[in-house]
């Protein structure tokens, strides 16, 4: 869907006629950017659990060491994005709602 989204966006950019247009185009790609930023970070950080034994405690420490270490670049990158952009969200409680969802995710039984 995401890729979809982004095909039609490049077709709005490349056929738009009018500062307008635009501008409101421009605030789509954004958003769209923003999106796909978070959608790499949550697979990042989910991905080291993949396939493991969640009763084995180290198994679990060490998938989360693994999701720390991958997940601080692209936590940076993703704040980075949202100052440089000037989005009105905060990204910090985008990456602690995150964070939260991918405790759950660990602690299932």
């Known amino acids: 869907m995401?890729?979809?989204?982004n095909n039609a966006i490049t077709?709005?950019?490349q056929t738009a006629q009018t500062d307008t247009v635009c501008n409101r185009?421009?605030?789509i790609r954004t958003r769209l950017d923003l999106t796909i930023r978070f959608v790499d970070y949550m697979r990042a950080i989910r991905a080291p659990f993949e396939g493991i034994d969640f009763s084995d405690s180290r198994a679990v420490a060490e998938a989360h060491e693994?999701?720390?270490?991958?997940?601080?670049?692209?936590?940076?990158?993703?704040i980075e994005f949202c100052e440089k952009n000037n989005?009105?969200?905060?990204p910090?409680?985008?990456l602690l709602r995150a964070h939260e969802r991918?405790?759950?995710f660990i602690s299932r039984p």
Do not use: F, Q
């Not at 995401?2 to 989204?5: E, G, N, S």
């Not at 989005?87 to 905060?90: G, S």
């Open 102 to 104: 991918l405790n759950r």
């Open 25 to 27: 185009i421009a605030l």
């Open 2 to 5: 995401l890729k979809d989204l």
């Open 66 to 78: 693994k999701a720390k270490a991958v997940g601080r670049p692209l936590s940076d990158e993703l």
């Open 87 to 90: 989005l009105t969200i905060d």
């Open 92 to 94: 910090r409680g985008l």
């Open 11 to 13: 077709e709005a950019e």
